[in-house]
């Protein structure tokens, strides 16, 4: 593949799997998850797991790190609306 291909797959990896730090360190800050699905966030934890699995599958490392870091934020923020409710 391309650089520029790669890049362009590295860059948007890093920007939605680093887009969930804001949403923990809120959480981490306010103590607070009212406003936050836990339904929702487990779906989506599911989802992200089996795009790690796929990415393991096919040894894309981009797809493995991206949804490897994504999916490290989401059980976060799963585990801090179960502990916070």
Avoid: D
């Avoid at 920007?15 to 989506?44: D, H, M, Y």
């Avoid at 490392?61 to 949804?67: D, F, K, L, R, S």
Wanted: hydrophobic fraction near 60%.
């Amino acid at each position: 593949m391309p650089l520029s291909v790669e890049l362009l797959g590295a860059v948007a990896a890093v920007i939605t799997s680093l887009c969930w730090l804001p949403q923990t360190l809120k959480i981490l800050r306010e103590r607070q998850t009212g406003g936050i699905s836990l339904a929702t966030n487990a779906v989506f934890a599911s989802g992200v797991f089996l795009w790690l699995i796929y990415g393991l599958m096919i040894g894309s490392w981009p797809v493995i790190v991206a949804n490897a870091v994504t999916l490290a934020f989401v059980l976060a923020i799963v585990g801090l609306k179960l502990r916070y409710g």
